[in-house]
């Protein structure tokens, strides 16, 4: 029984994806267009995300592991660990400030509707090729150049094995905030591992916590704050995961 119930739940996703989709996807399509206007866009991406977040029956805790300040004028690097799809929405929830763009797989502009909005927001890479990681730089830089700010997850995807509590993490994010001088704001999900893995047969409503562990500023090499934020994910989930 709890397996049908939670492909009907998964099912329901589809539904609510879709109508928002429709709903919200057009204003954001139009706005797409005038770079000038991804902050108008952005908010319709947020209601987006959170019509999904919330309407799936998820709320989340955001606990506060720094006093750290984000100032709202300048672009910034957010990552977390990752391993669920809901991350991406939860990101996107957590920074109303700082228009986002993600860096995302290349195989979701297949999806029909949502593919043609998600090509014109997000930085698409194809895994799979060298040429495609390496452009990643270039069009995350004009992504930012224009005041946006970027999302990666530094995992590079979410680990196959669900024993691992935190991937390595690629190079490209810590890369980035170098060479644009754009500070990483550092959060850490707990929960969402159980509450939505890519199991369809799996999964519940619940409440995430979300902890926010500071900004790592950009007086640090790459190598530097790949390790502090590696180590400040791991010891957050280490410390606070049940």
């Not at 928002?20 to 057009?26: A, K, M, R, S, Y």
């Not at 979701?108 to 997000?122: A, H, M, S, W």
Request: charged share 20%; proline share 5%; aromatic share 14%.
């Amino acid at each position: 029984m709890t397996k049908i119930l939670n492909h009907l739940w998964r099912l329901w996703l589809f539904v609510l994806a879709f109508v928002l989709t429709i709903t919200l996807g057009i204003p954001v399509y139009i706005l797409s267009f005038n770079k000038k206007h991804y902050k108008y866009a952005y908010q319709f991406i947020r209601l987006w995300c959170f019509g999904i977040f919330y309407g799936m029956g998820f709320r989340y805790d955001l606990i506060k592991l720094s006093e750290q300040k984000m100032d709202k004028n300048i672009p910034y690097v957010f990552i977390s660990n990752h391993t669920s799809i809901m991350d991406i929405m939860l990101v996107c929830i957590l920074s109303p400030d700082h228009p986002i763009c993600f860096v995302g797989k290349k195989e979701l502009v297949k999806i029909p509707i949502f593919g043609t909005i998600y090509k014109r927001i997000c930085v698409m890479v194809d895994r799979s090729s060298a040429r495609s990681r390496a452009d990643v730089y270039r069009r995350c830089a004009e992504k930012m150049e224009e005041g946006n700010s970027v999302a990666i997850f530094p995992e590079g995807g979410v680990p196959d094995d669900t024993s691992v509590l935190l991937d390595d993490f690629k190079d490209g994010a810590f890369i980035l905030s170098s060479k644009h001088n754009s500070p990483i704001a550092v959060y850490t999900f707990i929960g969402l591992k159980e509450m939505f893995p890519f199991d369809n047969a799996k999964g519940h409503p619940g409440t995430v916590k979300v902890y926010f562990n500071g900004v790592i500023d950009t007086t640090h090499s790459p190598k530097d704050s790949k390790s502090i934020s590696f180590e400040e994910i791991k010891k957050t989930l280490v410390k606070y995961s049940v």
